[in-house]
C-alpha cells in the first residue's frame, strides 16, 4: 500500500495543549473551541450550534467532552442526525487527534472541544 500526503486542507491546527489549555495554530485558547475548516472560535462549551453552521454543513461534529468521555444527551444526538450531522464524541484530546487526521484527509468536519 502507498500512502500519498493530501496537502494542507487549510484551516486551523490544533498545535497542543498547554496545561488545560487548547492550543490553535501554537496560541493558547481560554476555554473551549469551535473549530470548522475555515476558522476557529472561541467557546464557552455550553451550545454547540455554532459547529453545524457551515455550507454545505459538515458531514459529522467531533464533540471533545473534556478530560473523559461524556455522553451527550440522546436528545442533541437526535437533533442533529436529523439534520443529517452526526456527533462523535470523545475525550478532548482524543478530538483533536481526530480532527487533525480527519482534516489532513481533507474532510468537511467541525469540531466542538471543551477545555481540559
Known amino acids: 500500500m502507498s ?10 491546527l490544533i498545535t497542543g495543549f498547554a496545561g488545560k489549555l487548547i492550543k490553535i495554530d501554537g496560541n493558547p485558547r481560554p476555554g473551549g473551541v ?14 454547540i450550534k455554532a459547529a453545524a453552521t457551515l455550507t454545505p454543513p459538515p ?6 467532552t473534556g478530560e473523559t468521555l461524556v455522553r451527550p444527551a440522546p436528545a442533541l444526538i437526535a437533533a442533529y442526525e436529523a439534520r443529517g450531522i452526526g456527533i462523535e464524541a470523545m475525550d478532548t484530546r ?5 480532527w487533525s487526521l480527519l482534516r489532513g484527509e481533507g474532510r468537511w468536519i467541525s469540531a466542538a472541544l471543551r477545555s481540559l
Open 3 to 12: 500512502l500519498e500526503p493530501v496537502g494542507d486542507p487549510g484551516g486551523p
Open 34 to 47: 469551535i473549530l470548522t475548516p475555515e476558522t476557529a472560535l472561541d467557546w464557552d462549551g455550553a451550545d
Open 59 to 64: 458531514e459529522f461534529i467531533l464533540f471533545g
Open 94 to 98: 482524543a478530538a483533536a487527534r481526530a
